[in-house]
T-cell receptor, first 115, second 111 residues
Framework: DAGVIQSPRHEVTEMGQEVTLRCKPI?????LFWYRQTMMRGLELLIYFNNNVPIDDSGMPEDRFSAKMPNASFSTLKIQPSEPRDSAVYFC?????????????FGPGTRLTVT | LAKTTQPISMDSYEGQEVNITCSHNNIATNDYITWYQQFPSQGPRFIIQ???TKVTNEVASLFIPADRKSSTLSLPRVSLSDTAVYYC????????????FGGGTRLMVKP
């Protein structure tokens, strides 16, 4: 298996632009997570899907952020409009919920820079 | 959420055993303890999880005392490539498989 795939790996955009980050989870996994990591705030959980349904989005910073999971093999995280404070590394992770294991598989991340 | 407390940083030398202790005083009955490792410019990677007593795999051992209010990750004979941030997390048994990451312990292995 190729693991969790994220695209793009790097994104540089100007303030006010729309940004879309993409994630392909590991086949067979039924849970998907979006995280954001910065030096100041560490690794924060933004949103969690189970069976394509958003379960907990309490970590989404504000209405400028939205996430979708139209099917089991694809998810997007959109920021519109983007701001410099959104600059961070965004990770997608997937896992299988159904056994008592808490192993999440992380993708390589998307490094977002908003100027 | 069960809050965890672990050292901000640790130094060690190649070939030594490293023990990182984490406290989680308000752990609940259904909670599991899990540890992740993160190298620079990579996503975190699962190392080990446990409920009580001792768990060992090819990478590390996890020691959990009877009261489960703390846990110790043991890395045998570390090498330079073990330099990373190590996160201790309490996985809530009733929260799906959602995890909350804290600040982690930055381990520096020196030659």
């Amino acid at each position: 298996d190729a693991g969790v795939i994220q695209s793009p790996r790097h994104e540089v955009t100007e303030m006010g632009q729309e940004v879309t980050l993409r994630c392909k989870p590991i086949s067979g996994h039924n849970s998907l997570f979006w995280y954001r990591q910065t030096m100041m705030r560490g690794l924060e959980l933004l949103i969690y899907f189970n069976n394509n349904v958003p379960i907990d989005d309490s970590g989404m910073p504000e209405d400028r952020f939205s996430a979708k999971m139209p099917n089991a093999s694809f998810s997007t995280l959109k920021i519109q409009p983007s701001e410099p404070r959104d600059s961070a590394v965004y990770f997608c992770a997937s896992s299988f919920l159904g056994t008592q294991t808490y192993e999440q598989y992380f993708g390589p991340g998307t490094r977002l820079t908003v100027t | 959420l069960a809050k965890t407390t672990q050292p901000i940083s640790m130094d060690s030398y190649e070939g030594q055993e490293v023990n990182i202790t984490c406290s989680h005083n308000n752990i609940a009955t259904n909670d599991y303890i899990t540890w992740y490792q993160q190298f620079p410019s990579q996503g975190p990677r699962f190392i080990i999880q446990g409920y009580k007593t001792k768990v060992t795999n090819e990478v590390a051992s996890l020691f959990i005392p009877a009261d489960r209010k703390s846990s110790t990750l043991s890395l045998p004979r570390v090498s330079l490539s073990d330099t990373a941030v190590y996160y201790c997390l309490v996985a809530r048994g009733n929260a799906g498989n959602m995890l909350t990451f804290g600040g982690g312990t930055r381990l520096m292995v020196k030659p």
